[in-house]
C-alpha cells in the first residue's frame, strides 16, 4: 500500500525547518512565502466561490494568482539565496628566507635558526 509509511514521512515534517535557511536560522523570506501562498491559496478557493455562485467576476482569482505568485517568488529567493556559493578567502603564505647561515646552506626558513649559533 503506498500510505504505509505517511505517518513515519509525517513525522519528519517541521514548520520550523519549511521556513529556515540552511544554517537553521529563521529566514523572512521564507516565512513569509509561506504565509502568503497559504493566504493565496485561500483567496483563489474563496475567489472560486464568488464566481460560482455570487459576482461571476474573476477579480479576486486573478489578484490571489498574481499574490500567490508573489509568494512563490520569494521562496524561490531564500532558495536561490542559500545555494550562493559563500566567499572564501584564502590568504597566500609566501616562506620569507633569511641569509644563509653554516648548518643551512639554502638559507633559514624559519627566520631564527635554532640549529646554529649566529655568525
Known amino acids: 500500500m503506498p500510505f504505509k509509511n505517511l505517518k513515519?514521512?509525517?513525522?519528519?515534517f517541521s514548520?520550523?525547518?519549511?521556513?529556515?535557511?540552511?544554517?537553521?536560522k529563521t529566514s523572512g523570506s521564507g516565512t513569509?512565502?509561506?504565509l502568503i501562498?497559504?493566504?493565496?491559496?485561500?483567496?483563489f478557493l474563496l475567489g472560486c466561490i464568488d464566481k460560482m455562485w455570487f459576482t461571476?467576476?474573476?477579480?479576486?482569482?486573478?489578484?490571489?494568482?498574481i499574490f500567490t505568485g508573489i509568494g512563490a517568488g520569494l521562496l524561490g529567493y531564500r532558495k536561490s539565496k542559500d545555494n550562493a556559493p559563500k566567499e572564501?578567502?584564502?590568504d597566500e603564505v609566501v616562506p620569507t628566507?633569511?641569509?644563509a647561515c653554516d648548518c643551512c646552506p639554502e638559507?633559514?626558513?624559519?627566520?631564527?635558526?635554532t640549529k646554529c649559533s649566529p655568525k
Open 37 to 43: 501562498c497559504a493566504f493565496g491559496s485561500m483567496c
Open 107 to 113: 638559507g633559514c626558513e624559519c627566520g631564527d635558526c
Open 8 to 12: 513515519r514521512d509525517l513525522d519528519k
Open 88 to 90: 572564501v578567502i584564502v
Open 32 to 34: 513569509m512565502g509561506v
Open 56 to 65: 461571476n467576476t474573476i477579480d479576486i482569482i486573478t489578484q490571489s494568482i
Open 97 to 99: 628566507v633569511v641569509a
Open 15 to 24: 514548520f520550523a525547518q519549511m521556513t529556515s535557511n540552511s544554517d537553521g
